[in-house]
Structure formats: C-alpha cells, structure tokens
C-alpha cells in the first residue's frame, strides 16, 4: 500500500473558536486501538464537547467521540473514552505552568491525518464572554458587508 501524503481532515471544532479566545495551539499524536483507526479512516469523529485534561504529568483529551466501528468483534471499543496526547516533556510542562493560571483550558480545534498518522491540534483557550461573541459575530458581519459592497463596486467599474 503506497505511503499517505498530506493531511486529510477527519473533523474540526469550529465552535471552539467561536467559544474561546485561542492562545496558543499545538499539533498532538494520539494513542489509539486499532478500531478507533479504523473508525476514524471512515472519517467518523465529533469534536463538540472535547477538552483536554492533565493527570499525572501526561495530557489525556476526555469526550471526543470516536464511534464503534461497524465491522468491529469483541475488539471495539468504547466511544468516549479518554485519550493519552503524545506531547514533548518540555510543552507538558509548559502546559502545566499555564493552565494553573485561572480561566484557561485545553480544548481541540481539529482531528486529522498527517502523513498517515492520526494527529489532534489542540488549543489553550480562555473563554468568551458574551459580549465577546457578540462583538466577534459583529465584525464578521461587517467584513462580510465590506467584501459584498466592495465587489459591488468592482461590478460596476467593469460593466
């Protein structure tokens, strides 16, 4: 079988970034049985209410939801089970001095193949207020009425 080469999107959060204010991200292996593999070369996988955790010096992501996969034995496994992230020692630690702060939280922005691996971006993040979001969908909004008035105009200029 020929070697994968890029990256191949399996699922994105996209309400993450409408929720959090994004910090920083970073690009995490994952540690998976060969079902959930499977499950996710399907291209099956939610990201919705995902959100990293550490626990003994190791970052696990809890509730992303992987399905069973269909043509799975006594070998599937569970859903929502918690996953370990592979990380370099020095971004765990960087990650623990951070998220002591008050306010910030892991959570994962997409899940996706790269180079055949199953890779995981995850965030540090502080919530939105909802003021923020308001203020955030506004001027979307109004970029998006620019671009529309903009091409309007080039429209014009050409016709």
């Known amino acids: 079988m020929a070697k994968e080469k890029g990256r191949k999107l399996i699922a994105q959060n996209k309400r993450a970034r409408h929720d959090y204010h994004i910090l920083d991200t970073y690009e995490c292996g994952l540690v998976l049985t060969g079902t959930e593999v499977k499950s996710l070369r399907a291209g099956r996988a939610s990201l919705v209410d995902g959100f990293g955790q550490l626990d003994a ?12 996969y269909a043509q799975g034995t006594w070998t599937n496994h569970s ?9 370099h020692r020095a971004e765990i630690d960087k990650l623990i001095g951070k998220l002591q702060e008050s306010g910030l939280t892991l959570v994962p922005l997409a899940l ?13 993040a502080r919530g939105k207020r909802e003021y923020d979001k308001r ?18 105009v080039r429209r014009r200029e050409r016709g």
């Open 57 to 68: 010096g190791e970052v696990y992501l809890h509730n992303v939801h992987i399905p069973e």
């Open 79 to 87: 859903a929502r089970r918690k996953r370990k992230l592979l990380l």
């Open 112 to 124: 996706y193949f790269s180079n055949g691996r199953a890779k995981v971006e995850i965030a540090l």
């Open 135 to 152: 203020q955030t969908l506004r001027e979307k909004q109004d970029r998006r009425e620019a671009e529309r008035t903009m091409s309007a």
